[in-house]
Each structure stands twice: as structure tokens, then as C-alpha cells.
């Protein structure tokens, strides 16, 4: 799975993050936690869209990288912005069978979701695994 590093800086009810290898793509959140959620949709967004105009998307640079070459994110670090590893996780209009072995109860819960929200018990796996991998990311 690629990663991308996003620089997160601000303070309680305004943070933000940005990715210093795709300058323009940015995100914004009331919590740091919240910043880092936006910003793995907002990775998502960019790299799709620039592959849609036909745009080659940078190879992301490691953390260890990134305070090298960039001035810029030595700074904002040096004032208490954090970096952090971001998930691309991609939407290939590809959908693909897997079979999976759940507990029953999870299972029931899943479907009681789903139910819920009136979509289907796959489109409830995919939402709950893409926000479980956006928070861990």
C-alpha cells in the first residue's frame, strides 16, 4: 500500500494538514484526528483527479526524507507540527468477491448497520474498513 507524509500543524478546532510531495492537496479538521480522517480522502481525491487529466502523481519520500529536503517542513516541526503517515487508499471501480470468515455476532451487527443506513452489507464493510484504515493510517 503506498503512504504518503502529511505535515499537520494547528491548534484545538483548526488543524490542517498537507502533503509536501502533492502541493495543493490539503485537508482540514477540528481535531488532529479528524485532519488525519479528511486527509486520507483528500489523498484519495487529489491522485485520482490528477491521474484523470492525465497528471503523473510524485512518488511519496519517507519521513527521514522529507526533513532532509524540505526546509520548510524542519521549520514547521521545529514549532510543534507532527508528520504522519497517510494511506492512499484508492477507489478502482473494480469490485473483487472475498469471502470472509466473521463472528456471528459481528456479523449481525454489520448487517443491522447496514440496514440502517439502507445500503448493502459489502457497502457497509468498505465504509467501516476505509474509516478503521484512515484512523490507524
Not at 488532529?32 to 485520482?48: I, Q
Not at 491521474?51 to 520548510?72: C, I, K
Amino acid at each position: 500500500m503506498t503512504r504518503y507524509i502529511a505535515l499537520i500543524d494547528g491548534e484545538p478546532g483548526a488543524f490542517g494538514a498537507v502533503f509536501p510531495d502533492l502541493p495543493g492537496c490539503t485537508a482540514m479538521g477540528t481535531t488532529m484526528d479528524e485532519a488525519l480522517v479528511n486527509a486520507t480522502e483528500a489523498l484519495r481525491d487529489f491522485v485520482e483527479t490528477a491521474r484523470a487529466h492525465g497528471e503523473a502523481v510524485p512518488a511519496p519520500r519517507s519521513m527521514e526524507r522529507l526533513r532532509q529536503d524540505e526546509p520548510d517542513v524542519r521549520e514547521a516541526l521545529a514549532h510543534a507540527a507532527s508528520l504522519a503517515s497517510v494511506a492512499l487508499i484508492e477507489d478502482l471501480a473494480r469490485p473483487v468477491k472475498a469471502n470472509l470468515s466473521l463472528d456471528s455476532g459481528v456479523l449481525a451487527a454489520i448487517d443491522a448497520a447496514a440496514e440502517r443506513l439502507r445500503i448493502t452489507r459489502s457497502a457497509t464493510v468498505e465504509m467501516l474498513a476505509r474509516r478503521y484504515i484512515a484512523e490507524i493510517s
